[in-house]
């Protein structure tokens, strides 16, 4: 056998022990997000007016982002009198800053999803003409990518978003992302919902607002 052979034998099989490893990772990371979704599921479902809703949203959220390897992200809710999207539980860089923070209607690319119901995949916000830079510019951060999901109801009624913004490694967002992103979504729909009956009341406060 040549050394070119050689060479080739041994980067090829460097490329292969890599790519079991990664995909081990991958798998343990799906199922503990499987584990932790299902847990969540069968708390949403015994939600009372003692509930904790709000801790409950933060621990989908922090799921999704675990799931698809990130660290930014934040779950909005409709303000249904003026069609804002309140900031309710915010992750990453912007932690501090957004809680409260209001989107105007259909502003952004959050905004575009909620109007009209569509789950995105955006690689290059950047390049998307729909991205609302201002929050970007006013907190200090850089969005380059995104997965963004409607929360929606059966009746059709859309209950807010979820975004997670920038894997890790940069890689890109997938199709299999947005798949678990959409059973998420679903997950934190039922809870908002069963919330909203047990407490009478909408969880978007049209009283909290944050200016910058």
């Not at 584990?35 to 904790?52: F, K, R, V």
Request: charged share 25%; hydrophobic share 40%; aromatic share 6%.
């Amino acid at each position: 056998m040549t050394d070119e052979s050689m060479r080739f034998l041994r980067e090829e099989c460097k490329r292969l022990t890599e790519e079991n490893r990664e995909l081990r990772e991958e798998l343990r990371a799906l199922r503990e997000s499987v584990h932790a979704l299902s847990a969540l599921y069968y708390i949403s479902q015994t939600i009372d007016s003692d509930t904790d809703v709000f801790r409950l949203l933060s621990n989908i959220l922090d799921s999704a982002l675990a799931a698809l390897k990130a660290s930014d992200g934040s779950l909005m809710l409709m303000d249904e009198t003026t069609g804002e999207l309140v900031f309710t539980v915010v992750r990453g860089t912007a932690s501090n800053s957004l809680v409260g923070y209001r989107l105007p209607p259909g502003q952004g690319i959050a905004g575009a999803v909620a109007a009209h119901g569509r789950p995105e995949i955006v690689l290059d916000v950047r390049q998307d003409p729909r991205f609302y830079s201002f929050v970007d510019e006013t907190i200090g951060f850089k969005t380059r990518s995104m997965v963004c999901v409607p929360i929606t109801l059966d009746n059709g009624r859309t209950l807010g978003v979820i975004q997670v913004l920038n894997k890790v490694s940069d890689r890109q967002f997938t199709q299999d992302d947005l798949d678990l992103m959409l059973v998420i979504a679903q997950l934190a729909a039922t809870a908002i919902r069963r919330a909203e009956r047990a407490g009478e009341r909408s969880l978007a406060n049209p009283n909290t607002t944050v200016a910058f």
